[in-house]
Structures are given as C-alpha cells and as structure tokens.
C-alpha cells in the first residue's frame, strides 16, 4: 500500500483517498482503463483544472466519487450516468457549467449528490426525483432557474435538501410536506414566491427551516408550531404579513429565530416566553405594536435580541440579560417608554446596543455599568437625564458612543480621554455645560466629533487639532468664544466642519484654507470679522459654505472663481461690498442669501449692477498699475 493507495488481495486498486494532497494538473492523463476495480476516489481539496474526462465511465465499479474543492471546469459528461454502482458524487465548489444532466438520474443507487458552488445553469431535471435512495441534495450556489419540481416530494429518503442561492421562482411545493426524514430544508437567496405551505408542518424530523430571502408572501402558517425538533428558522426579507401565530411558542427547541423585514403586524405571542432553548430573536423591521411579552429573557439564554423599527410601545423586557450572555441589542425606534432594563448594568457580555429613537427615562450615570466588550452603543434621542458617567472610560473596546438628543447635564469628565478606540462620539443637545474637555484630544482615532447643541462655553482647545483622522466635527450652538484654531488646518480629512452659532470672533485663520477636502463648512452667527482669505481657493473639494450673520468686511475675492465644486453659498448679513465672484454659486444663489450687506452688485436679480468703477477698484492690479503709469508721466514731464 502507498500514501492514500489501497489495493484489494489480488493487489489491484481498489481505493484512492488523495484529498488534501497538493496535487495539481489535470485528469486527462489518468488512465482510467487500467483500474477496473476502482470503488473508491476522493481527490478533494486539490489544484485539479480542465475538464472531467469521458473516460471516467470506465470505472464501472465507483461507489464513492468526490472531486468537490477544485478548479474543474467545462460541462459534467453524459458518461457518468454511466456509473450506475454510485453512491456518493460530489462534483461541489468547482467551476462547473451547463446544466445538470438527466442521465444524473440513471444513478439509482446514489444517496448524495453534490454539485453545489459551480455555474451550472438550467433547470433542476424532473429525473433527479427518481433517485429513490436519495438522502443528501446539494445543489445551491449555482444559477438555476425555473420552478422545483414538484415530484421531489417523492424523495421520501431525503435528509438534506439544499437548493439556495439560485435564481429559483414559482412557489414552495406542497408535496414537500412529505418529507417525513428530512431534517434541513434551504431555499433561501432565490425569487421564491407565494405562500408558505401549512404542509411543511408534516415534516417532523426537520432541525432546520430556511426560506429567507425570497418574495413570499401571505402569512406563517400555524402549523410551523408544529414542527417540535427545529432549532432554527429563518422567513426574514421576504413580504410574509399578517400576525405571528402564538403556535409558534410551541417551538421548545427552537434557538435561532428570525423574522426580520417582512410586513407583519399585530403582537409578539405571549407564547415566546416558553422558548427556553432561544438564544436569537430578530423581529426587526415589521409593523409589530403592542408590549413585548415581560416574561422574554427569564429564562432564557439570549445572546442577541433584534427588535428594532417597529411600533412597540410600554417597557422592554426587565430580564433580557438575566442569563449574562447578551451580546446584541438593537430595540432602536419604537415608542418605548419607562427605564432601561435592570439587568443592562452589569450585562458585561454586551457588544453592541441600539435604543435610540425611543422614550426610554433613567438616570445614566446609574442604569449603565462598565462592558469591557462593548464596542458600539447608541442611546440617542430619549429622555435619559443624569451626568456623563466614568464608566463609559472603562470600556476599552468602545468604537462609537452616542448618546445626543437627551437631557444630560454636568460636564465632561476627564475619563473621556481613556477611549483611544473611540472613532464616533456624539453627545450632542444636552444641557452639558463647562468648557470643552482637553481630553478629546487623546482620542486620536476619533472620525466623527458631534458637542452640538450644548451649552459648551470658553474657547476651543488647541487639543482637537491633534485629532487628525477627524471627517466630520460639529461644534455649533453653543457659547464658545474667540478665535477658530489656526491648527484646525491639520484636519486634513476633514469634510463636514459647522461652527455656527457660537460667539467666535477675530479673523479666518489662514491655515483653516487648508483643508483641500471639506465638502460643507458652516461658521455663520458668530462675530467674525475682516476679510476672506484669497487662500479659500485652496478649499477645492467645498460644496456648501455658509458665512452669513457674521461682520466679514471688504470685498469678496476672485479666488471664488477658482472653486469649481462650490454649489451653495450664503454670505448674508455682513459687511461684504463690490462685485460678487463670476461662480455658479454666487450667481444662482437667492437674494436672500446676499442681502444685509452694504454694497454687492453683480448680474443677479435683486442686486444692483456694478459699474466701471466698482469693478476697477476691486480689480488687485487696478491700483498698482494706475500707480505705475503716474510714474511714468511724472518721469516724461520732467
């Protein structure tokens, strides 16, 4: 015997398990004649290309055939209908094309046909249903087309049946109601549509249902509730409506269930609370209403809890980290109201939380604990009150904290700096008062930075200048004061900056000019004064600059004319005068965004026209050549 060789007595081949061997080349140099005994071929998980040989018939003894996680390419070859002593032919994870074959179905004695992740294409052939001792099909990730054939309800030895990721239409047969031993049906990722037959409720032996993905419509049938062994069922993204039937609290082994963006409505079952063995429940994205049932989480183990955007209104569920493993939850915009459940303070396990856009109250200095794995959460937009707590500076791994829209109070506390993983911090309109912490600037991943709406006082510290991999920083409506830093010209990815409504005053730094990749920068309602940096040209990505209310002086530079990407502009209420640039946005803007100031002209309805002498003063050369030739006269009198 060789490495992976076997010989029977008379020392003829008879098996060759060379999976996972490194072999490369092709299989038509094989010489399929001399080894007329050969039952057995795993050549798995290898670099074999080209073609499947003819001459592959001629192992007219093959009971076990396996090719699969190659580089096989070309059309299956009628031969191996041929191959009528086959048991197992799994031809998967290829490059396969053309269709599925009908004289597939001449293999009487198979019990499991694999020709998944190939490019086969065509119909699923009616003669397939013909392989009575068929127990695994796997046909998915391929580009079928067509209906399934309602005659593989005959397959009544079936255990596995995998026909997803096709381009699959028509309706779910009936006839699959059938299927007394199947155990896992997958018909996701196709264009299913129709309804969900209540035959599927026969199919006792079944662990797993997968139907997401598809277009099927009309509502669960009750009969699923049935189906006493599944640990698994999937009918999100399709247009399921209609209410969840309380059968499905019947479901005691049920572990995953997802019912994520349909159209259903109604209430979640009082029957849930019996799922003990659940650990994930996705409702999201419906038009469910009502309470959830307070006994969820009691008893179970739940690691992910999805119920988000929908019309739930009371409390959510006080318990729902009773079992200390809940990882993910996301119950963001309903209309829940009352406190944040209990048992989120020392829910350690968490990852990611969303409550936003709800009416939920609590102090959040006390109703959050420290998550030394939380790395997302969102509690914008309810009516959390209380201080900024410690803890937040405690949870190493946080990337994006959000808590903007509620009433906090207090200031900032220096445990703000100790989130150096933080890449999204928003805890804009508050009440939060005192100067804005020097700290932020140690969090040097931070991207996006929203203080707005606050009632932050004092000047900006020089500490956010260091944020360099900042995108997006929104400081307006507060009472801050003085200058705009000069190095917030260190931003360079910066492309949203709004400074509006505060009370800076003192020129545009140069340096601000810098920032070659801001799209939208508004500074208006404060007290800026001077005049507008030529430098602006710079700024050649903007799209939107507001600098009205402001006590900018002088004329507007030609340097606007430069800025190509310039669609929105408002300068009202300034000192501005003279000509407006020849730029689309000065001459598509409304006069409302040019009026208050003292003496604009331009070709723009509502403005006056410029005359000669306007445009010659604000002309830069105007004067220096004016100048030059008084020169020269006074050079020629003399």
Not at 60 to 81: H, Q, R
Not at 186 to 199: A, D, Q, R, V
Not at 277 to 284: D, M
Not at 580 to 595: M, V
Request: charged share 15%; net charge negative.
């Amino acid at each position: 015997m060789w490495f992976g060789i076997f010989c029977n007595p008379g020392g003829s081949v008879i098996k060759l398990e060379l999976n996972n061997s490194g072999l490369e080349g092709t299989l038509h140099g094989f010489s399929f004649s001399t080894f007329p005994n050969l039952s057995y071929v795993n050549l798995s998980g290898n670099n074999l290309f080209d073609s499947i040989p003819s001459q592959i018939s001629y192992l007219s003894k093959l009971i076990y055939l396996d090719l699969s996680s190659n580089k096989l390419s070309g059309k299956i070859p009628p031969e191996i209908g041929l191959l009528t002593e086959l048991e197992v032919l799994n031809l998967g994870d290829n490059h396969l094309n053309g269709s599925i074959l009908e004289e597939i179905g001449h293999l009487k004695s198979l019990s499991k046909l694999s020709l998944f992740s190939n490019s086969l294409d065509g119909f699923i052939p009616v003669s397939l249903t013909n392989l009575s001792k068929l127990e695994y099909l796997h046909l998915h990730n391929n580009e079928l087309f067509g209906f399934i054939p309602l005659e593989i309800g005959n397959l009544s030895n079936l255990v596995e049946l995998s026909i997803h990721s096709n381009i699959l239409i028509g309706s779910i047969p009936p006839t699959f109601g059938n299927l007394k031993r199947l155990t896992s049906l997958f018909l996701y990722n196709n264009s299913l549509s129709g309804s969900i037959p209540s035959e599927l409720g026969n199919m006792g032996s079944l662990v797993r249902l997968s139907l997401q993905t598809n277009h099927l419509n009309g509502s669960i049938p009750p009969s699923l509730g049935d189906l006493g062994n599944l640990t698994l069922l999937y009918l999100y993204f399709n247009n399921l409506s209609g209410t969840i039937p309380e059968e499905l609290g019947n479901l005691k082994r049920i572990k995953n269930l997802q019912l994520s963006r349909n159209q259903l409505h109604g209430y979640v079952p009082n029957s849930f609370v019996n799922l003990r063995n659940l650990n994930v429940l996705y409702l999201r994205d419906n038009q469910l209403s009502g309470e959830i049932p307070q006994g969820i989480g009691d008893f179970m183990n739940l690691t992910i809890l999805q119920i988000d955007t929908n019309q739930f209104t009371g409390f959510l569920p006080q318990n729902i980290c009773l079992s200390g493993s809940l990882q993910y939850l996301s119950a963001s915009n309903n209309h829940f109201t009352g406190r944040v459940p209990k048992s989120l303070k020392n829910c350690s396990s968490l990852v990611r939380v969303r409550l936003e856009g709800n009416q939920l109250t609590g102090d959040i200095s006390e109703d959050f604990g420290v998550y030394p794995t939380l790395n997302y959460i969102d509690l914008s937009y309810n009516r959390l009150f209380g201080k900024i707590s410690s803890n937040w500076g405690q949870c190493p791994q946080l990337a994006t904290l959000k808590i903007g829209g509620n009433n906090l109070t207090g200031s900032i506390l220096l445990e703000i700096g100790k989130l150096t993983k933080v890449h999204v911090l928003d805890l804009s309109e508050n009440r939060i008062v005192g100067a804005i912490s020097k700290e932020i600037g140690k969090l040097t991943s931070l991207e996006r930075l929203m203080l707005n709406g606050n009632q932050f006082s004092g000047s900006i510290p020089l500490e956010l200048g260091s944020l360099t991999d900042l995108e997006y920083l929104d400081l307006s409506s507060n009472r801050l004061k003085d200058s705009i830093p000069s190095n917030f010209g260190d931003l360079l990815k910066l492309n949203y900056l709004n400074l509006s409504h505060n009370n800076f005053n003192q020129t545009l730094p140069v340096p601000l000019m810098s920032l070659f990749q801001i799209s939208e920068m508004d500074l208006s309602f404060n007290s800026l004064n001077g005049e507008i940096p030529s430098e602006i040209s710079k700024m050649q990505s903007l799209e939107k600059l507001n600098l009205s209310h402001n006590y900018f002086s002088s004329f507007i530079p030609t340097a606007f004319e430069e800025m190509r990407a310039l669609l929105y502009i408002d300068i009202s209420y300034n000192d501005f005068q003279g000509p407006i640039p020849s730029n689309k946005a000065f001459l598509d803007a409304p006069l409302e965004a040019l009026q208050g100031n003292k003496g604009l002209c331009g070709n723009v309805t509502g403005l006056k026209r410029c005359n000669n002498s306007t445009k010659k003063s604000h002309n830069p050369y105007y004067g220096s050549t004016f100048s030059s030739i008084c020169f020269l006269s006074s050079l020629y009198c003399l």
